[in-house]
Each structure stands twice: as structure tokens, then as C-alpha cells.
């Protein structure tokens, strides 16, 4: 049973550019967070999603930033103009079920804004 | 607003000893409590969570004790083994979906 796979692992952007981070939670699991990790800083909560629906998007940027879980298919985290201040490590989490039980969390996308 | 603390930002700890990470919140409406351990370019993985109808937890060589009216968690590991070295991140839940970190605690388990 494979577990929450994103790809890729790490990702390089020219400031301007577009980042596309994709995950692909554990099977079974229809609920799918992504969190972003600042350098020497915890994980920040920044949307949840379940098939087709953004359920909470609270701790999202209110612009250039954007998430979908498609009906098929992975879920993708859509940064548009990206910054240097973007850089950072992004981790996709899945759940099977919504509220207190353990997210699983994937490996984590590290992207680098030149 | 940091809702959930955790203070010490590294621990270094004798092999065969007890670790004992700390974690404090401030949100009352939190009801589920958990613990992540986290090794470098690797995600965060699940250890132990506890509900805030308990006060104790326990699994294998780890413990997480739940103090509701100090808003106070702690994670035991005992006895502690170099393979614990890593970053330890307690979060929380009020059944929303989103988990809250605290900025995690660097434990080194010297042999």
C-alpha cells in the first residue's frame, strides 16, 4: 500500500515563473491537506480539500496561490509569479476521514525561487 | 498568534535516558493532540495522538501525557535511542481537518 506520493521532489523556479506541485494521497483516502514549511519553522496549514471541494482554505495567500482536488487525479497546489519568498518545503498530508485522526504525510516538494 | 509552543528548540539526550519534549497551547478548543517526528528532506511522520478526554497515552516506548488545565502536552520516549534523533513537532486538532504545529524540538540522542 503505497503511501502519499508528490512529485517532484524538488522544483526550481525563475522568480515570474509558475510552480505546479502535485500530490497523489495514500488509496482509500479522499481527504487531502497541504502545509508549507518556511526554513526553521513548523508546518503552516494552508488548504483542505476533498474530492472536488475546497473545504478550508484559510491559510492560503489570498493571491497567486490555488489548489484543486480533481475528480481524477492527483491534487495540485498552483503558485502563479512566484517570489523568492515562495521557497520553501510543501507537504501534502491525507486522511481517510475528516477531524482528529493522524494525517499521513508525503515526502514534500522543495521548491527554490531564483 | 502561535496557538501551540513549543519552547525548547533542541534537546540532547544520553542513550538508554528519557527524552521528554514539551508542547503548550493556547486554544481550548483544541480536542485532539499528536505527535510528528520529522528526519531531514522527509516528511513528518505520525508517533502518537492523544483525545482530550484522556490524560495519558501510551505506545511501546512512548508516552504523550495530556494536561488540560495547565494547556500543556508532553512526549516521553524511553529508553531513548540514537535512531530518535530527528525533529519532534507536537499539533493540534479542534476537529476542523487542519492540524496546528508548534515549531518542533530537535532532539539529538547521543550514543
Known amino acids: 500500500n503505497a503511501g502519499v506520493m508528490q512529485n517532484p521532489r524538488h522544483l526550481v523556479r525563475r522568480r515570474g515563473q509558475e510552480a505546479r506541485l502535485r500530490c497523489s494521497p495514500m488509496?482509500?483516502?479522499?481527504?487531502v491537506y497541504w502545509y508549507r514549511q518556511l526554513p526553521e519553522e513548523g508546518l503552516k496549514f494552508m488548504v483542505y480539500?476533498?474530492?472536488?471541494?475546497?473545504?478550508?482554505e484559510s491559510g492560503m495567500p489570498k493571491e497567486r496561490f490555488s489548489a484543486e482536488f480533481p475528480k481524477e487525479g492527483p491534487s495540485i497546489l498552483r503558485i502563479q509569479q512566484v517570489v523568492r519568498g515562495d521557497s520553501a518545503a510543501y507537504f501534502c498530508?491525507?486522511?481517510?476521514?475528516?477531524?482528529?485522526?493522524?494525517?499521513?504525510f508525503g515526502p514534500g516538494t522543495r521548491l527554490t525561487v531564483l | 498568534d502561535q496557538q501551540v509552543k513549543q519552547n525548547s528548540p533542541s534537546l540532547s539526550v544520553q542513550e538508554g535516558r528519557i527524552s521528554i519534549l514539551n508542547c503548550d497551547y493556547t486554544?481550548?478548543?483544541?480536542?485532539?493532540f499528536l505527535w510528528y517526528k520529522k528526519y531531514p528532506a522527509e516528511g513528518p511522520t505520525f508517533l502518537i495522538s492523544?483525545?482530550?478526554?484522556?490524560d495519558k497515552n501510551e505506545d511501546g516506548r512512548f508516552t504523550v501525557f495530556l494536561n488540560k488545565s495547565a494547556k500543556h502536552l508532553s512526549l516521553h520516549i524511553v529508553p531513548s535511542q540514537p535512531g530518535d534523533s530527528a525533529v519532534y513537532f507536537c499539533?493540534?486538532?479542534?476537529?476542523?481537518?487542519?492540524?496546528?504545529f508548534g515549531q518542533g524540538t530537535t532532539l539529538q540522542v547521543k550514543p
Open positions: 492523544i483525545s482530550s478526554i484522556k
Open positions: 480539500l476533498q474530492k472536488e471541494n475546497i473545504i478550508d
Open positions: 488509496k482509500g483516502h479522499s481527504h
Open positions: 498530508a491525507s486522511s481517510p476521514w475528516t477531524g482528529g485522526d493522524e494525517q499521513f
Open positions: 499539533a493540534a486538532s479542534s476537529n476542523t481537518g487542519k492540524l496546528i
Open positions: 486554544n481550548s478548543m483544541f480536542d485532539y
